[in-house]
């Protein structure tokens, strides 16, 4: 069973800059692959970015695209979402997330493992 830990989330003034983290316990982590999502009050769970096991595929919102990256560290077991740019439309809960089989997926249903959240606020 994996464990995921998240942390980084704040309060940032637009076109700042945040990185959140998303620790994982176990030992497998390294062949899962990575998700993030957000979730804004009254609104649907939204897909982020994805990333396969090793980093070869690749998925990212329209909205995000160019100003946000994910990565992973299998050394650290820990992956990591660069938020650059932040705009007021980013603010939400952000949510780690990670599946049980090396191939990226974009719907939160297809994910096995879930970060706590941590809250982003970009003010204006």
């Known amino acids: 069973q994996v464990q995921l830990v998240e942390s980084g989330g704040g309060l940032v003034q637009a076109g700042g800059s945040l990185r959140l983290s998303c620790e994982a316990s176990?030992?497998?982590?390294?062949?899962?692959?990575m998700g993030w999502f957000r979730q804004a009050p009254g609104k649907e769970r939204d897909i982020v970015a994805a990333?396969?096991?090793?980093?070869?595929?690749?998925y990212y919102a329209d909205s995000v695209k160019g100003r946000f990256t994910l990565s992973k560290d299998h050394a650290k077991n820990t992956a990591y979402l660069q938020m650059n740019s932040l705009k007021p439309e980013d603010t939400a809960v952000y949510y780690c997330?990670?599946?049980?089989?090396?191939?990226?997926?974009?719907?939160?249903?297809?994910?096995?493992?879930w970060g706590q959240g941590t809250k982003v606020t970009v003010s204006s």
């Open positions: 997330a990670a599946r049980r089989d090396t191939s990226m997926a974009t719907m939160w249903r297809y994910y096995d493992y």
């Open positions: 176990g030992r497998s982590f390294s062949s899962y692959a």
């Open positions: 990333v396969s096991w090793n980093g070869g595929n690749a």
